[in-house]
């Protein structure tokens, strides 16, 4: 109910940047409606000025008017569209424009869990599907209201009794429309919910595929398939039976010829008495066609209203997340130690915390690993650095300053996570790396693409650095990527790095440009490093040892073994598992 | 018009007979009862030319006008009941048999289709298919079969009734409905001539936000986001200008098409009233006329709309008769079953049917039965794509692949399938109870029989830690299962299916060290007695195996044990030394 209410107000509340366009439209679109009623009267006007009635026009003039006014209508219709299109492209562009900004300034951490396609999804479909309320919903539904208005109005003009008459029978037919859909409602929540069940099937199956074919002989994902299918049937029919009925009264109802033999009946009825002329007779048959008829497209539009509802309550979503903080006052860290201070965290959807009361400290120009069973919180610690999300309790300092006291521009100025960024954008190799640093001239940007391991590489593409990345250029592996990632990087040159190990070595191939390029990244760095392959780690000058978001143990490598404690077990495990060979005895031969 | 919309109408037709299949016969009756209800409705509505020419003669004779009206009563309600008749196809629940016989047919095509088929599909677009293309179409049928009856027999019955009674007025109707011919052609065509710039732009629209969204952490830090973002805001401004563009064009036709009713009437109106003048035509029969043809303002706006529906139907019916119509691999005759599972590739050749490059070039290897053979290359090489092949992916366009003895081609797919077992790098598990997802590799498996699987595969001791054990829903947890559970409860599978061909495509790789070695124990466990192919990044893990195969660019370069290829100072041995040299890598400040 509340949440109802709430789509109502969003649909109003996200065309508001249009409404002009909109109230335009549908103002045409009901004068529209009014010159059609119109053209019906100027055509029995016109007929009868033929015969032998008193018409207060000649043929002639009615018929000039006739022809204007159907020029008339014509212009009207055709701006009514134009203008809730014209709406609709502006809408767009305001939404996606405004959207963009938003996610600007956001928590990254929002973004990233998010994922780049639900999000495309908001800013691509969702706001289409707005354009689609305004461009073509908003003069329909004017057309729909005023429509019945008008050609009650006219009748009520022609004949006060043949509008009751047409009138009568619109009522019933509304009120048998207004029972269907009541009915409906409850239902209709029901559909949905047994169509996204099917849908979840339908994902599952399709998805599952590879799977099902190794390992299902089709009795086991095809049943759970056919019984979600099978629900769907069923529930289907018990909908349709209960509200197929009533709908089925709704078309009948709303089709012209009821209220053409009502108005047919009465009026010979009055014809007869004579109390009825011809040309009167005439018009208000043709009127009357505006009356039921017009509220055919109301039903049909239910539908789609409520997709547009749906995409208004996502962009609102985005619109209304909180920003990240920003202070009043900010500062520049001149030093680049970090200290974590009594920092818990939890993320917003999650009632357990994350981290819980984690202190420790990374002295500048110094290397930090932060180890842990999958889960245990050191990812998390290393997002926090660069503010992906807000700690909920503690502080985080640089340089003995709060990190949210830091402008988010000199923020980044300070701290490069790198392999967050694999990504290239569709320009040349040259502009992908220099994004890091605007002044930097070409040898620089070269001096850092050597640094990274990957001039050479570049050297070697017909157009060098002038080669394009991503859709519409060369297809680079994920080594070279991300090795011109660490080119950028080492361009940026900021004093503090956060390194994940594990999306360091995501893609097997090159592995040693890759080591050798991070090692020229790393130098004289304070690094954070969320570390995987512990070997790489030995000879670091601290190890925070995490589990289930607390830190058990702190030390260096050798310190951390002595202590018989979390480390060494994985410690333990790690060395096992490199030295894994498959252990295979199937040779009988 | 009638001709026109005929034509793509009747395409849309022979796909709908095609897609109901089984209930085909039902549609077409639905469709002959609107075709009488149309009939008759037009005949009622033709009743107009004598009614009113006797209601307003000078004398009436009551009788003869009663009687015309009662013909006309009974006219409208054989109209009504059979257009009820008619509808009982969408309202009586037939609709919702076609939705599940279609979805079904669906699921076999999707079981039978070739892998390669299947993998060329997006899995949104098979989504798609399977449940909004589906759902759109056929919920659609019942009122789009009412809609193409109506503009079929609608126009040509009162142009036939009217032909009876004054021939210049069937004429001027046959004359001018055609008229909107062009136009509907213009629709269609300003339809998609706008659609392809305007896709062209949408779709740099869709690579622009995506490219910003993945891009953020970086733009963010160079301060290129919201309205500095240059090229994104171009690509917004831009859909906008094209749409304004083509709007004016568009629009157009479409408004036209909304009017030609009018405008029909006033030629009628203007020719009419000089036949009445020189009194060859009765001022009656005019104005029944343009009552009559009035009514057909109504359908002709909703064909406008309709238009739309029309090309979303006929693209959703071709998608979907895409699936139904992809054919299985063929299994040649005579159909054989293996008797042992030596796998042998003779000079096997294979290209992507998207590709031009062969992924596979005269590979020639043979597995006995019970060992375990290692591909190794670089990404891209081809490793997969052998693996592939194996399960018979696609057909090979050179050589041929035995198991047994017996080339796959002459195993019942099935049959094939049975004998193999994959354990891929993702995992994907059924939101069902453990137990169900691992039973799925053999149905007539004893829940002991699952448990003893669970423990080979190490995962016994943490589904019992579960609250629920073995019945807790995959769903429910999901996200709480660390990738080597999830990993481990796949291996339980495949070690409960039992497959005598076991293929490991970089099981290990997502995984971290922890986890890892479990789901190298689980492994072990698995490869028991058991002809296995493994592909491996890291050399050591397959140092051991009976044959390792050195794949570059789709070729065999190398092949052998361990030492022998470490001896030959290959591609091997740079490999292995390579990553000798990583491993000894350590971060140090």
């Known amino acids: ?589 | 018009m009638k001709k026109n919309t005929f034509t793509s109408a009747y395409g849309i037709y022979k796909l709908t007979l095609e897609l109901t299949g089984e209930y085909a016969g039902a549609f077409k009756k639905s469709l002959a009862y609107f075709a009488v209800a149309f009939i008759t409705q037009g005949l009622a509505f033709g009743m107009f030319y004598p009614l009113l020419t006797r209601m307003f003669a000078d004398d009436i004779i009551i009788s003869e006008v009663l009687t015309i009206l009662g013909i006309m009563i009974l006219l409208s309600v054989v109209s009504l009941a059979t257009k009820w008749k008619g509808h009982n196809f969408d309202f009586k629940g037939k609709i919702v048999d076609v939705v599940y016989s279609l979805r079904t047919k669906l699921g076999i095509s999707l079981r039978k289709m070739p892998l390669e088929k299947l993998s060329a599909y997006k899995t949104g677009d098979l989504n798609a298919i399977f449940a909004s293309n589906v759902e759109e179409s056929v919920m659609l049928m019942g009122m789009v079969g009412s809609i193409i009856a109506q503009l079929l027999f609608l126009p040509t019955t009162i142009i036939a009734v009217t032909f009876f009674v004054d021939y210049r007025l069937a004429l001027m109707m046959i004359v001018l409905f055609p008229l909107a011919i062009p136009l509907y052609y213009r629709i269609r065509n300003a339809n998609i001539d706008d659609k392809r710039e305007f896709n062209r732009a949408n779709a740099d629209l869709e690579a622009g936000f995506i490219e910003y969204i993945q891009g953020l952490p970086v733009l963010r830090a160079v301060n290129k986001t919201g309205l500095d973002a240059e090229k994104l805001q171009k690509a917004i401004k831009h859909v906008r200008s094209t749409q304004t563009q083509g709007l004016y064009k568009a629009q157009a036709p479409f408004v036209l098409m909304g009017i030609i009713v009018q405008a029909v009437l006033l030629v009628i109106v203007f020719f009419g009233s000089f036949f009445v003048l020189n009194d060859t035509l009765e001022l009656v029969t005019l104005a029944a006329c343009v009552v009559i043809v009035a009514r057909l303002a109504e359908p002709i706006s909703v064909l406008v709309n309709v238009i739309k529906l029309f090309d979303l139907i006929d693209s959703s019916f071709h998608r979907i008769k895409a699936v139904l119509t992809d054919e299985p691999l063929k299994i040649h005759d005579p159909v054989q079953k293996p008797e042992n599972y030596d796998i042998t590739f003779e000079r096997v050749d294979f290209t992507y049917a998207t590709q031009d490059k062969r992924a596979v070039k005269d590979v020639s290897f043979h597995m006995p039965n019970q060992t375990m053979t290692a591909i190794v290359g670089d990404s891209g090489s081809g490793k997969t794509t052998l693996t592939r092949l194996m399960m018979r992916y696609a057909d090979t366009q050179q050589g041929n692949i035995t198991i047994g003895g017996v080339d796959i081609r002459n195993m019942d797919s099935d049959d094939l399938m049975k004998h193999i077992s994959v354990v891929f790098q993702d995992v994907y598990l059924f939101d069902d109870t453990i137990l169900n997802n691992i039973k799925m590799a053999n149905p007539d498996a004893t829940d002991e029989m699952v448990k003893d699987a669970a423990q080979a595969a190490y995962c016994h001791e943490f589904i019992s830690r579960l609250p629920d054990g073995y019945n807790t829903r995959t769903g429910d947890i999901g996200g709480s299962f660390s990738g080597g559970e999830r990993q481990r409860i796949s291996i339980a599978r495949a070690i409960l299916k039992n497959a005598p061909i076991v293929i490991l495509d970089e099981p290990t790789a997502a995984l971290d060290t922890e986890s890892e070695v479990a789901v190298q124990n689980a492994i072990d466990k698995l490869v028991e007695d058991k002809t296995v192919i493994v592909i491996a990044h890291r050399l050591s893990t397959i140092s051991g195996a009976d044959n390792i195969l050195v794949i570059d660019n789709g070729e065999i370069v190398e092949s052998g044990k361990h030492d022998e290829l470490i001896a030959r100072r290959g591609k091997y041995f740079n490999m292995w030394s390579a990553q000798q040299r990583v491993k000894e890598w350590h971060i140090s400040a």
């Open chain 1, 1 to 589: 109910m509340n949440r109802n209410n709430n789509s109502q107000k969003g649909l109003w509340a996200i065309t508001g940047p249009v409404k002009g366009y909109i109230i335009t439209a549908v103002g045409m679109a009901v004068t529209g409606s009014i010159t059609s009623v119109m053209i019906f009267i100027l055509l029995a006007a016109s007929g009868g000025s033929l015969g032998l009635y008193s018409m207060p026009l000649s043929f002639q003039q009615s018929f000039l008017i006739l022809v204007l006014v159907i020029i008339l209508n014509f212009l009207i219709n055709y701006y009514s569209f134009v203008v809730s299109h014209l709406g609709a492209f502006k809408l767009e562009e305001i939404l996606r424009t405004r959207l963009t900004a938003r996610l600007a300034k956001i928590p990254l951490g929002y973004i990233i869990s998010t994922g780049t396609g639900s999000l495309k999804k908001v800013l691509l479909d969702d706001v289409k599907n707005l354009h689609a309320f305004v461009a073509d919903s908003t003069p329909m539904v004017g057309k729909s209201l005023a429509a019945p208005v008008a050609s009650f109005i006219a009748l009520l003009i022609i004949d006060y009794r043949l509008a009751i008459v047409a009138t009568g029978v619109l009522v019933l037919g509304a009120g048998i429309m207004y029972f269907v859909m009541k009915d409906d409602a409850g239902h209709r929540e029901k559909y949905d919910e047994n169509q996204s069940e099917v849908n979840r099937a339908v994902i599952e199956f399709v998805q599952a595929m590879p799977v099902v074919r190794t390992f299902d002989d089709g009795t086991t994902s095809f049943k759970r398939y056919y019984n979600a299918l099978e629900r769907f049937r069923t529930f289907g029919k018990a909908w349709i039976a209960a509200t197929g009925t009533a709908g089925q009264i709704a078309l009948t109802i709303l089709n012209p010829l009821p209220t053409l033999l009502a108005l047919t009946i009465a009026g010979l009825f009055f014809v007869t008495q004579g109390s009825l002329e011809f040309v009167p007779f005439i018009a208000a048959l043709m009127v009357s066609t505006g009356m039921a008829d017009a509220l055919m497209p109301l039903m049909w539009m239910r539908d789609f209203l409520k997709k547009s509802k749906a995409a208004a309550v996502r962009i609102h979503g985005i619109m209304e997340l909180p920003e990240l903080a920003v202070s009043q006052s900010f500062e520049r860290p001149e030093k680049f130690d970090i200290a974590f201070e009594n920092v818990s965290f939890k993320y917003n959807s999650q009632d357990n915390y994350a981290l819980k009361n984690v202190s420790f400290s990374v002295p500048q120009d110094t290397t930090t690993a932060l180890v842990g069973p999958s889960g245990a919180g050191k990812s998390t610690v290393a997002k926090l650095i660069p503010r992906f999300w807000d700690i909920t309790e503690g502080t985080i300092r640089i340089g003995g300053v709060d990190i949210r006291n830091i402008e988010t521009k000199t923020l980044m100025d300070t701290v490069t996570f790198v392999f967050q960024d694999t990504f290239l954008f569709n320009d040349t190799l040259a502009n992908n790396i220099k994004i890091a640093n605007e002044t930097a001239t070409n040898e620089e940007m070269i001096e850092a693409a050597r640094a990274a391991q990957i001039h050479d590489f570049i050297m070697t593409l017909p157009k060098g650095y002038e080669t394009t990345a991503g859709d519409r250029g060369v297809n680079l592996s994920g080594g070279q990527k991300q090795r011109i990632t660490i080119a950028r990087a080492i361009l940026r040159n900021t004093p503090v790095i956060v390194l994940d190990e594990a999306t360091a070595f995501a893609d097997p191939e090159n592995e040693e440009e890759i080591v050798k390029a991070l090692s020229n990244l790393l130098k004289n760095k304070t690094v954070i490093v969320i570390a995987h392959r512990l070997s790489t780690i030995k000879d670091v000058e601290q190890i925070v040892v995490f589990d289930q978001g607390e830190i058990t143990e702190t030390g260096r490598h050798d310190e951390l073994l002595e202590k018989q404690g979390t480390y060494e077990r994985l410690w333990r495990n790690y060395e096992k598992a490199r030295t894994w060979d498959i252990h295979h005895e199937g040779e009988k031969s």
